[in-house]
C-alpha cells in the first residue's frame, strides 16, 4: 500500500483500528476471565429479553451462548486473528473489515458482562440493550417506511445547534434514531426527550454503539428467515434490507476507529464530520451539518415518506409516544370527562381544504379547560366507499398524535385528547387538528379520497346536536361488519408488506383472520388496494374449496406458492397443526401447542414470564418468525383469538388452556361472547394463566379440576 493520499490514511485508520480491537478484546477476555474466576464457568450469560443470547455471536458464529465460558474460544480465536494482522507489513482492506468484525465480537460480550449481576445493566432513559419485543413492535412501521432507516448517532457533536439540526431532520422525516456517547448528553442538556416511546434511543457509551448492530442483525434474524451461523447470508441482509447509517462525530481514537471498522464489516454507512479516508458508499466525509442527513439518506438509498404537516410544532412517528399529563395540558376533551365525538364521513359536498370551527377555540378557552369537542371529517373521492370510513377515521389516532403536544386516545365517541400548554406557547391551536387531518388523509389516502374538509366543534349545544348521527353511523358499520365473514366475501388479500423484511412471508387476511401484526385487517387490506393498486395489498379469489374446516383453497394456495416464491406451497388458514400460515416477527401473539394438555396456549408479545411451552415469548418468537411454516407454532394478531375462524381446523376456541393473564384481562368481554356462541360458557375461567402455574402439569392439573372442554376433545396430532 502506497505512502500517499487516500490509501495511506485508510492503512492508518486500519493501523488505529487493529490497536483498538486489540484493547477492546483485551477487555473482553478480561471481564469474562473475571467472572469464570469469580463466580465460575457455568456463570448465565447473555442479555435479557430475547431469544439470541448474544446475537452477533449467535448470526456469525453460529454460537447459542448461555454460560460465560460459552465465548472463551470464540474471543480467542478472533484474538489471533488480530495478531496475525498486527504482524503484517501491509493491511489492506480485508484486514481491516476482519478488525471491524473482532471488535463487534468484543463490545458484544463488554456489553453482556454488564448484565451479569443486573438484568437491568442501565438506568432510564439510557436503554442498553433493546429487548426483542422492541423490534418486533416496530416491524410494521418499519417495512411500510413509516420508519423509513435508522440514523446511529456516535460520538460527540462539535456544536450543538448542528447536532440538534441532524437530530430534527431525523425526527421530521420519522426515522428511528439511537445515540451514543456524549451526544447523549448534549441532547438532554437541550431538554430532548429520549427513550423507547419517542423513536430516540440513547444507547449509552462507546461500546453500547453494539446495540444497534445486534438490533439490525436481529431483524434478519427474526424476520429474515437467516438461521444461526450463516454469516454470509447475514452479512448481505444488513447491506441490502437494513437501512441503517452511522452519524460519527468528533474525534477518531483507536477505539472508535475500531468500531468504525466493525460497521463497515456490516456494510453500515459512515458519515462523518471527520478527516476519515473516504469509500466508496461506506465512508463519507460531510462536515455541513445541514448535509448529513440527506447525504446519508442518498447513500442508503431510504425512500421518505412522511409528509411536512403545517403546523407551528415538530411532527412525526418520534412523538406518537409522548404523554401529557394533565397539569400539562392546556386544555383535555373526551375521556368521560366530557362529551366528545370523532367522525369519518363520506359527503359529496366536501369542500376541499375548508376548516370550520363552531365555537371557541385556544384563545378564547382559559388554561387547564375540559372541553366538548366534535371532530367530523368529511372525505369525498371517485373511488371512496362506505367501507373505507372506518379505516381512515382510525387513523385519527396515529396523525394525531405524532404532533408534539397533542395526546389522542381511544376513537369514536370515546375518543380522548389533550394539548400541552407548550405547544399552545408555540402557536397551535384547534384549527391545526384541521390541517394535519386535512395534509394528512390527503397524502395517504390520495387513491380514494380528493377532498378532505374538517369541521371542529367546541360548541356544547353544537356537539349534543351532531353526536346522535355519529353514533347512528358508528352503529350502522359494526352491524356491517359482523355480517363480514370469510363466507360472505369471494375476495381474500395478500399483504406482503413484511417481505420487505422476511422475503418469503405472505400474509392471507380473511373477514375473519386479520394479519399477524395485528395492524391490517380485511377492510385496511381493501382499502390499501383501492389507492395502490400495485401495493402490497392484492385481491386473490378463494376459488375451489379443497377443506372448508381448515380454510384450503385452491386460489389460495397458488398465490401462496407464487409469492413465497416456491417456498410455500398450501396453506390452512384455520390451522396450526397442519401446514399453518407462516410468519413474518411482528405478531402480537404466538399460538403454541401444549402435548401434555391437548390443547394450545397463546402468549402475547408484552408478557415476558415463563410459559408452559419451556419458553419465553422471546425464544419462541425466535422459532416462529422468518416466514416458514412450523406445525403447531404460529404468530397471530391479537383480535384473531376471538374470531369465529380461530384454529376452527382444529378445535377452535376450546383449544386454549393457558394464556397470560393481562392477555385474559385484554379480550375478557369478546372472549366470553364467543364462548358463549360455541356452548362453552365460562371458558375464561377454565384457562389458566401464569397465577396458577406456567408448567404443563399445573396446567393439566388446573384444567382438569376445572373440567376444561379440552379434555373431551379428539387428540390435536
Ligand atoms: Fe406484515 Fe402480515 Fe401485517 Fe402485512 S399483515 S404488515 S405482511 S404482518
Ligand atoms: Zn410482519
Aim: with cysteine; aromatic share 6%; charged share 25%.
Amino acid at each position: 500500500m502506497s505512502k500517499t493520499g487516500g490509501e495511506s490514511k485508510l492503512s492508518m485508520l486500519i493501523r488505529a483500528g487493529c490497536e483498538g480491537a486489540k484493547k477492546a478484546l483485551e477487555l473482553a477476555q478480561n471481564g469474562v476471565g473475571e467472572v469464570i474466576r469469580n463466580k465460575g464457568e457455568e456463570t448465565r450469560f447473555g442479555y435479557p429479553e430475547t431469544a439470541y443470547g448474544l446475537p452477533i455471536l449467535y448470526a456469525f458464529e453460529g454460537l447459542e451462548v448461555k454460560k460465560i465460558s460459552d465465548v472463551v474460544p470464540v474471543l480467542e480465536k478472533m484474538k489471533n486473528e488480530i495478531l496475525k494482522i498486527n504482524s503484517k507489513e501491509l493491511i489492506g482492506v480485508s484486514d481491516g473489515l476482519e478488525l471491524g468484525k473482532a471488535t463487534l465480537y468484543a463490545a458484544e460480550v463488554i456489553e453482556a458482562l454488564k448484565y451479569i449481576e443486573n438484568e437491568r445493566a442501565y438506568e432510564a432513559p439510557i436503554t442498553g440493550f433493546v429487548p426483542d419485543a422492541v423490534l418486533r413492535k416496530l416491524g410494521v412501521s418499519l417495512v411500510d417506511d413509516t420508519i423509513p432507516g435508522v440514523a446511529v448517532f456516535f460520538g460527540k457533536g462539535s456544536d450543538v445547534k448542528g447536532l440538534l439540526h441532524m437530530i430534527r431532520e431525523c425526527q421530521e422525516k420519522g426515522m428511528l434514531i439511537m445515540a451514543c456517547m456524549d451526544v447523549i448528553e448534549q441532547l438532554k442538556s437541550e431538554n430532548i426527550a429520549l427513550g423507547i416511546e419517542r423513536m430516540l434511543y440513547p444507547l449509552g457509551g462507546l461500546t453500547a454503539v453494539i446495540h444497534a448492530v445486534n438490533f439490525a442483525v436481529r431483524a434478519g434474524l427474526s424476520f429474515g428467515g437467516i438461521k444461526k451461523g450463516q454469516e454470509e447470508e447475514m452479512l448481505n441482509y444488513l447491506k441490502k434490507r437494513v437501512k441503517a447509517f452511522v452519524v460519527h462525530l468528533g474525534v477518531v481514537n483507536e477505539v472508535v476507529a475500531a468500531v468504525a471498522l466493525g460497521a463497515l464489516y456490516c456494510g453500515i454507512p459512515i458519515i462523518t464530520d471527520c478527516d476519515l479516508p473516504e469509500l466508496d458508499k461506506l465512508v463519507v466525509v460531510e462536515k455541513d451539518a445541514t448535509k448529513v442527513i440527506g447525504t446519508a439518506i442518498d447513500l442508503k438509498g431510504i425512500k421518505i415518506r412522511l409528509t411536512k404537516v403545517p403546523i407551528p410544532v415538530p411532527y412525526g412517528p418520534a412523538f406518537e409516544g409522548e404523554i401529557i399529563r394533565k397539569k400539562d395540558a392546556y386544555l383535555e376533551a373526551g375521556g368521560t370527562r366530557s362529551i366528545s365525538f370523532e367522525l369519518v364521513r363520506m359527503n359529496d359536498n366536501t369542500i376541499d381544504g375548508k376548516i370550520e370551527i363552531i365555537g371557541k377555540d385556544v384563545d378564547e378557552i382559559p388554561f387547564g379547560s375540559t372541553i366538548p369537542l366534535g371532530i367530523v371529517v368529511d372525505v369525498a373521492g371517485k373511488k371512496m366507499e362506505k367501507d373505507f370510513e372506518s379505516v381512515i377515521e382510525r387513523r385519527i389516532h396515529i396523525f394525531l398524535n405524532y404532533a408534539e403536544g397533542i395526546w389522542h386516545a381511544g376513537q369514536r365517541n370515546l375518543n380522548w385528547i389533550r394539548m400541552s400548554k407548550s405547544a399552545v406557547e408555540k402557536g397551535l391551536r384547534l384549527k391545526h387538528i384541521g390541517d394535519i387531518l386535512i395534509s394528512k388523509f390527503r397524502s395517504e389516502f390520495s387513491g380514494v379520497i380528493s377532498r378532505v374538509q374538517v369541521t371542529i366543534i367546541t360548541d356544547e349545544e353544537e356537539v349534543k346536536r351532531r353526536l346522535p348521527e355519529a353514533l347512528a353511523i358508528y352503529s350502522e358499520r359494526d352491524k356491517r361488519l359482523s355480517g363480514l365473514t370469510d363466507e360472505t366475501v369471494s375476495t381474500f388479500y395478500t399483504c406482503l408488506l413484511c417481505q420487505s423484511f422476511a422475503p418469503d412471508h405472505v400474509c392471507i387476511v380473511t373477514p375473519e383472520r386479520l394479519g399477524l401484526c395485528g395492524a391490517i385487517n380485511w377492510l385496511d387490506a381493501k382499502t390499501s388496494y383501492e389507492i395502490t393498486p400495485t401495493g402490497p395489498n392484492q385481491p386473490v379469489e378463494k376459488s375451489d374449496v379443497i377443506d372448508e374446516k381448515k380454510g384450503s383453497f385452491k386460489g389460495i394456495n397458488q398465490v401462496v406458492m407464487e409469492k413465497s416464491h416456491g417456498k410455500v406451497e398450501e396453506i390452512n388458514l384455520y390451522s396450526m397443526m397442519d401446514k399453518p400460515m407462516t410468519s413474518c416477527g411482528c405478531f402480537e401473539c404466538i399460538v403454541a401447542f401444549v402435548p401434555e394438555c391437548n390443547g394450545v396456549m397463546i402468549v402475547n408479545r408484552e408478557y415476558s414470564g415463563d410459559t408452559p411451552t419451556g419458553m419465553k415469548f422471546s425464544t419462541l418468537a425466535g422459532t416462529v418468525g422468518g416466514g416458514v411454516q412450523v406445525p403447531g407454532f404460529m404468530g397471530i394478531g391479537r383480535q384473531y383469538i376471538t374470531s369465529r375462524k380461530f384454529i376452527s381446523g382444529d378445535g377452535g376456541l376450546g383449544r386454549i388452556v393457558w394464556m397470560p393473564k393481562m392477555l385474559k384481562e385484554g379480550i375478557k368481554d369478546k372472549f366470553e361472547e364467543r364462548a358463549k356462541e360455541l356452548g362453552l360458557d365460562g371458558l375464561m375461567d377454565k384457562i389458566a394463566d401464569e397465577t396458577i402455574g406456567v408448567r404443563p402439569e399445573e396446567v393439566l392439573e388446573y384444567i382438569t379440576k376445572k373440567e376444561h372442554p379440552v379434555l373431551k376433545m379428539p387428540p390435536m396430532i
